[in-house]
Nanobody
Framework: QVQLVESGGGSVQAGGSLRLSCVAS?????VGWFRQAPGKAREGVAV????????NVADSVKGRFTISRDNAKNTVYLQMDSLKTDDTGTYYC???????????????WGQGTQVTVSS
């Protein structure tokens, strides 16, 4: 069982930055960030792996978002720069004991944190 707690969401103007944090209570090989805008399907944003710190980032956020992991703190971060209004949504942290990609389903999910980007 892995419990996940997200933080760091908020409101920001387009072009601004936010950093999301996800604290995990247990071990997970894969930790990812997903988002869902109202009326839209959930979208995988980024994933990081515990073994080598390898990452995978969705094309829609590549070059603007960075995922990182601090194993000592059991925390995964999503640094979001150059935010756009299209980035608005609820962001969820997810974890899985196996290898999972941004298009896969994860076993454990957090409650989500709201990100609102205004023009």
């Amino acid at each position: 069982q892995v419990q996940l707690v997200e933080s760091g969401g908020g409101s920001v103007q387009a072009g601004g930055s936010l950093r999301l944090s996800c604290v995990a209570s247990g071990y997970a090989f894969s930790v990812g960030w997903f988002r869902q805008a109202p009326g839209k399907a959930r979208e995988g944003v980024a994933v990081v792996y515990s073994v080598d710190g390898g990452t995978n980032v969705a094309d829609s956020v590549k070059g603007r978002f960075t995922i990182s992991r601090d194993n000592a703190k059991n925390t995964v971060y999503l640094q979001m720069d150059s935010l756009k209004t299209d980035d608005t949504g609820t962001y969820y942290c997810a974890a899985d004991p196996k290898i999972r990609g941004i298009f896969d389903d994860f076993r454990y999910w957090g409650q989500g944190t709201q990100v609102t980007v205004s023009s």
